[in-house]
Each structure stands twice: as C-alpha cells, then as structure tokens.
C-alpha cells in the first residue's frame, strides 16, 4: 500500500494538501491516463471510438458498484451537482402548496435550485441542524405537504455527516422523494445508495473521488426518475441512440435519458482511472483511513488555546472535513498565511476547513499542526 500510494501521489514535498473537499489532486494513473487520451486524439482522432464507449461504460460499471446501485442503467452523467439538482428540481410538477425541506447549511448547489421553485408556489424550509439530533429536526419539518426532502450527506462547511438511513426511512414511509447531495461523501466514506434509500443521489468528480472537474454522477431509481419532466433533448437520450436515421423515438428508460448529446469522454477517461484507484483500495479501508486523519486532527488540535471545532467530535457525524475557528484571531488572516506556507485548505462555515484524504500522510498532518501553531504564536 505505502509503495501504491508514493507512485499515485508524487505530491511537491512543499504541499501539505488538506482540501480535497474543495478540489482534489488527481492520482499519477489519473494524469497518465488523460495523457494517453490527448496522444490518442492527436494521432488516431476517434478511429477507436467504440473504445473509448466501453471506457464509458466502464465508467458506468465503476460508479454503479461505488454506491452500490441496483443497476448500470440508474447511472447518468452530468456537468455537476449543480445540474443534476437542477434536473430534479425543473423536473417535479409543483403543485402551489408543496414544500421541500432541507437543512440551513447547504452549499448553493442544493439551495438555489430548490429557491427557485418558489415561482410555483414551492415553500423551502430550511431547518437549523446544529443540534445533538439534526435528522429529528429535519423529520419535525416534513408534513403532509412535503413533497421532497433534501440533505448534503455531509455538510461543506461543518462537517456534520447526517445519518441517512433514518432520513430515507421516513421519505419512504411518507411518500417523500429523498434527494441526497452526497458530493462530500462519495469517495471519502462508504456510500450504499440501497441501504441510503435515496431516490436521487448526485456527487461531481474532482473532491473525493479524485477526478477532474466537469463530471458528475446523478444516481435516480426507476420510479423516481419517472417522476421528473425532461428539459433538455437530443440524439443521445432516446431508447435508440446512435441509430440517427430513425425519426421516431422514444424517451429512453434508463437515466441516460438526462443525457442529451455526446458525452465528457475527457472526463471520463479521467474519471475511470482515479475511481479504479479507490475500488482497488476499497471504500471500506478508504473509511477507515479518512476518520483516522480527522480523529487525529481532531485530537491533536483539540489543545490549541481557544480553538472552536465546527465539525461534531463523534467519529459517525464526520468524515472527511473538519473545520475549526480560532477565538480572538482574524480567521481570514490566519487562512492566508497557512496558504502562504503550503498548508493548502479552505475558509468556509466562518472557520477554516481541512480536508485530508486517505492517503495523506500522519507526518504532513504534523507538519500543518505545526504551522498552524507557529503561525498563531506570531499573530
Ligand atoms: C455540498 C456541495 N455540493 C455541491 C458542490 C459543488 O457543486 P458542483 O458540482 O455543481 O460544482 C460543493 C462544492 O463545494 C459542495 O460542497
């Protein structure tokens, strides 16, 4: 494993890299891989493009086994979270006195297009969940007029991880649509999308699954995707793509219906190569490794004279983010000298967020407490 991870992660010694839940580096198989599609391109244009389709389809097979979906044909890809929320969001037929009920922490991509609705009389009700039993609130804010219930599975800035399985057996017994934004999870921690019950799930490439930016997964059941109205169309979503001289045409069954024209096979090619990556390693020790970093930021850190985690202490409501404040210091000030000396992590929540991965060493977490220390003696 140690020798694996030294040839997939040549990180510059000056690097302490903590922010794969922003952007992530890719793996050495990830460049060489994207190397070897542009050659090909340049030289052989798409002679081999049936290839490059059964990359595709590996693609395919590689996230399905990732979240454990039922089936290959639950699988679309979209630009982004973003749209794939969106196509959910666009694709409910609203009724006026519908609500949607979702946390108050959510990164825009599961707030705005849920905002949005409000032209058709949709409520959003946003529920504070910083509390010991968020998923309990979360459930208090459904009623009989809640049509959709919508989570980060864990949150950007906080950190906080909900525990899905209850939210989804309630969506299930109440007839909710569950709709789960699992961007910060996917790759960082085990994901089940069965155990999950969720009827959408979506998650971008380039955090934990250490791909690059501009392709993401959207996950729907068969029944839920029925559900949803389609607003965009083209050769590529019909039950008889590829076959262009055919006039008539049918909506395909499959989620490849939200696919409208020629696939990211960029990003594919790219995508496969870093998620072959993690099912080598296997997402249950990719868990393990994940809460180790953040139980041992979390330990080590927790002496630091007025220190204020964002993120829950219990090792089940976190994964891989932790976020912190520090009293009576300009956080933001702090933020860029850490950058400034290549502890390389975020400014969210009104904190500062580390995000290692599993394969960050103890030893650069040591270095970054170190300078973390250093810098707030000299501030
Ligand atoms: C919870 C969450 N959702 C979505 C996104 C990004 O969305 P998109 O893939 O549309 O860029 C982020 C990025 O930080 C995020 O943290």
Not at 73 to 98: Q, Y
Not at 257 to 285: D, K
Not at 359 to 370: C, G, R
Request: aromatic share 8%.
């Amino acid at each position: 494993m140690r020798k694996l991870l030294a040839r997939e992660f040549p990180q510059d010694q000056e690097v302490i890299y903590l922010n794969h839940a922003a952007v992530a580096p890719w793996p050495l198989r990830t460049c060489e891989a994207v190397r070897a599609f542009a050659w090909e391109n340049t030289h052989t244009g798409a002679r081999d493009y049936s290839r490059w389709m059964a990359r595709e389809m590996t693609l395919r097979k590689q996230l399905q086994q990732l979240i454990n979906a039922p089936s290959v044909r639950d699988i679309a890809f979209t630009k982004n979270t973003s749209e794939a929320i969106s196509l959910v969001a666009c694709g409910i037929e609203w009724h006026p006195e519908d609500n949607i009920v979702t946390t108050d922490e959510e990164f825009p991509s599961n707030r705005i297009p849920w905002q949005a609705q409000a032209a058709y009389g949709v409520e959003l009700r946003e529920v504070p969940i910083h509390l010991p039993e968020p998923e309990l609130a979360l459930i208090g804010a459904c009623d009989r007029n809640t049509r959709l219930l919508t989570v980060s599975s864990v949150q950007y800035g906080s950190g906080i991880r909900l525990d899905l399985e209850l939210l989804g057996r309630h969506c299930r017994e109440q007839g909710i649509l569950f709709c789960v934004d699992a961007i910060q999870s996917i790759g960082a921690v085990d994901f089940d999308v069965q155990t999950v019950g969720a009827d959408f799930v979506m998650a971008d490439g380039h955090k934990w699954m250490l791909g690059p930016e501009g392709l993401a997964l959207f996950y729907s059941t068969p029944e839920a995707r029925d559900c949803l109205r389609l607003h965009q169309y083209g050769w590529h979503m019909t039950a008889s793509a590829g076959n262009f001289d055919q006039r008539d045409w049918r909506i395909a069954d499959s989620a490849l219906r939200f696919e409208c024209g020629s696939p990211n096979m960029l990003g594919i090619h790219a995508l496969s190569a870093s998620i072959s990556l993690l099912l080598e390693i296997g997402m249950q020790e990719i868990t393990r490794l994940v809460l180790e970093k953040t139980t041992y930021l979390y330990e080590r850190m927790a002496t630091i004279a007025g220190i204020h985690f964002l993120t829950p202490r219990e090792a089940q409501r976190r994964a891989g983010i932790l976020g912190f404040r520090i009293h009576s210091v300009d956080n933001p000030i702090l933020h860029r000298k850490l950058l400034e000396q290549g502890v390389i992590c975020a400014q969210r929540g009104g904190g500062i967020r580390f995000s290692p991965h599993f394969y960050t060493s103890l030893s650069k977490l040591d270095s970054a407490i170190e300078i973390l220390n250093k810098t707030l003696c000299d501030m």
